[in-house]
């Protein structure tokens, strides 16, 4: 592994890792030689991060030259850290990563007081009801999203009819006990609202409908709001 790509995954362990650190820890969690990561430590220190602390000790990232400075007022962190906590709970894996990521970088990045706020915040979130785990197919659904690429699927709708769609993605919805893509369905020729665990032999098609996404979900809303005129039907559920 390049030394740069190396020191990029040791700030990252920093940001993720409960501080201080020893040495050990890091080692381990860097897959390198404690002398290694000693190096490493100080190649850090000379490009500008504040490291503190000393073998047998533990070490401290207090301030980290990769990102820039941030800053938030107390509600605003404890907003953040909510937030960032019910999408670890309700993502997939890789958003549940993501989450944790996030929070890192931007702790990383506050002053150290309203870092004290962000690890020690007063709001919380727990769910005695945990959702259903994510299906293996909502990591494609939203890369699709993004790329406004078609879905080809198969679908099972409330009567147990199975059909084959060929779909616009336009967003995933996280309900209370599911997950709920909005998308405009070709088959159909309308909006439609599609239960992710009824969807099975999900796959991107080779067509896009670039670049309509935005537009689209904004009629979509605007239908779900009742607001395009006297009279508008609401899309119907799949």
């Given at each position: 592994?390049?030394?740069?790509?190396?020191?990029f995954?040791?700030?990252?362990?920093f940001?993720?890792?409960?501080?201080?650190?020893?040495?050990?820890?890091?080692?381990?969690?860097m897959?390198?030689?404690?002398?290694?990561?000693?190096?490493?430590?100080?190649s850090?220190?000379?490009?500008?991060?504040?490291?503190?602390?000393?073998?047998?000790?533990?070490?401290?990232?207090?301030?980290?030259?990769?990102?820039?400075?941030?800053?938030?007022?107390?509600?605003?962190v404890?907003a953040?850290?909510?937030?960032?906590?019910?999408?670890?709970?309700?993502?997939?894996p890789?958003?549940a990563?993501?989450a944790?990521?996030a929070?890192a970088?931007?702790?990383?990045?506050l002053?150290?007081?309203?870092?004290?706020?962000?690890?020690?915040a007063?709001?919380?979130?727990y769910?005695f009801?945990?959702?259903?785990a994510?299906?293996?197919?909502?990591?494609?659904?939203?890369?699709?999203?993004?790329?406004?690429?078609m879905l080809?699927?198969?679908?099972?709708?409330?009567?147990?009819?199975v059909?084959l769609?060929?779909?616009w993605?336009?967003?995933v919805v996280?309900?209370?006990?599911?997950?709920?893509l909005?998308?405009?369905?070709?088959?159909?020729?309308?909006?439609?609202?599609?239960?992710?665990?009824?969807?099975?032999?999900v796959t991107?098609a080779e067509?896009y409908?670039?670049?309509?996404?935005?537009?689209?979900?904004?009629?979509?809303?605007?239908?779900?709001?009742?607001q395009?005129?006297?009279?508008?039907?609401?899309?119907?559920?799949s």
């Amino acid at each position: 592994m390049a030394k740069s790509d190396r020191l990029f995954r040791l700030l990252t362990a920093f940001r993720l890792l409960p501080q201080p650190i020893t040495a050990a820890r890091l080692a381990q969690e860097m897959n390198v030689s404690e002398r290694t990561l000693y190096r490493d430590i100080e190649s850090l220190r000379v490009g500008g991060a504040l490291i503190d602390g000393a073998a047998g000790v533990g070490y401290r990232l207090t301030e980290d030259p990769a990102l820039p400075p941030q800053m938030f007022t107390r509600l605003e962190v404890e907003a953040l850290v909510l937030g960032l906590a019910e999408v670890r709970q309700a993502g997939d894996p890789a958003l549940a990563k993501a989450a944790e990521m996030a929070m890192a970088k931007i702790t990383a990045t506050l002053p150290e007081r309203v870092q004290r706020q962000a690890i020690h915040a007063v709001s919380q979130t727990y769910r005695f009801e945990k959702r259903p785990a994510a299906p293996a197919h909502l990591g494609l659904i939203r890369e699709c999203c993004w790329e406004e690429r078609m879905l080809d699927m198969s679908y099972t709708d409330a009567t147990g009819e199975v059909s084959l769609r060929r779909v616009w993605p336009l967003s995933v919805v996280f309900l209370d006990h599911m997950l709920m893509l909005l998308a405009y369905c070709t088959l159909r020729q309308d909006f439609r609202k599609f239960m992710l665990h009824r969807m099975q032999d999900v796959t991107a098609a080779e067509s896009y409908f670039r670049p309509r996404r935005v537009p689209l979900l904004r009629e979509f809303h605007a239908q779900l709001r009742g607001q395009t005129g006297s009279g508008a039907r609401k899309p119907a559920q799949s």
